[in-house]
């Protein structure tokens, strides 16, 4: 069965620190993805891999880098967290082959900034 | 603005009811996929379209998704309280590797 996991399913933070999200997936997957989900707007792409080292953009990067050291890790990192930044952050992944278009969600973790 | 517009945003019927969602672009699309979230929990693939016209069906769900391939609908019959969810669709492009644009989101409440 595959599997993406996220280090927590909550987390509060005050603002102006740092925030380490990580997501762990079992499937051996190229793709990673990092998602946040606010009410009405869906989900919303941060940052993306489509391998060890490399990253991409999404359509709302500010306020966040990542990191991917191994193929099954991806790191979202708030380098100074800031209330408007409290939401869930979903982690995904896909295989780079045929069925690339198929993503496999973790659980979430929603993220609270004071 | 939404490049995928999700209709309606929230739904709540009764058991037994049928119901349409519909997720609409001005892109043309190479596939569209289905998704359903419940609380708590990452979204669940329920289906993936790919030809224009193509109807795929999962027990009393029906997936259409346009000739045009730029709009698709989600159709259950008889709904049942189990389908209580938040239901997205999302879009995808041969060119994008993989990356997915997500409509809002149809957040389905159905009561017994």
């Known amino acids: 069965d595959v599997k993406v996991t996220q280090s927590s399913r909550y987390l509060v933070k005050r603002t102006g620190e740092k925030v380490f999200l990580e997501c762990v997936q079992d499937?051996?997957?190229?793709?990673m993805f990092w998602y946040r989900q606010d009410p009405g707007l869906g989900l919303r792409l941060i940052y993306f891999?489509?391998?060890?080292?490399?990253?991409e953009k999404g359509d709302i990067p500010e306020g966040y880098s990542v990191s991917r050291e191994k193929k099954e890790r991806f790191s979202l990192i708030l380098e100074s967290a800031s209330t408007n930044q409290t939401s869930m952050y979903l982690c995904?992944?896909?295989?780079?082959?045929?069925?690339?278009?198929?993503?496999?969600f973790g659980p979430g973790t929603r993220l609270t900034v004071l | 603005t939404q490049l995928l517009e999700q209709s309606p945003q929230f739904l709540s019927i009764q058991e037994g009811e049928n119901l349409t969602v519909y997720c609409n672009s001005s892109?043309?699309?190479?596939?569209l996929q289905w998704y359903r979230q419940e609380p708590g929990e990452g979204p669940v693939l329920l289906v993936t379209?790919?030809?224009?016209?193509e109807v795929k069906k999962l027990k009393r769900l029906t997936f259409q998704f346009g000739d045009a391939r730029k709009d698709s609908s989600l159709h259950i019959t008889a709904a049942q309280p189990g389908d209580t969810g938040l239901y997205l669709c999302?879009?995808?492009?041969?060119?994008?590797?993989?990356?997915?644009?997500f409509g809002q989101g149809t957040e389905l409440s159905v009561k017994p």
């Open positions: 995904a992944s896909s295989s780079a082959g045929r069925l690339r278009d198929t993503q496999y």
């Open positions: 499937m051996d997957h190229e793709n």
């Open positions: 892109s043309v699309f190479s596939s």
């Open positions: 891999s489509y391998d060890v080292k490399m990253k």
């Open positions: 379209v790919v030809t224009g016209g």
């Open positions: 999302a879009g995808a492009w041969d060119n994008q590797g993989g990356k997915l644009i």
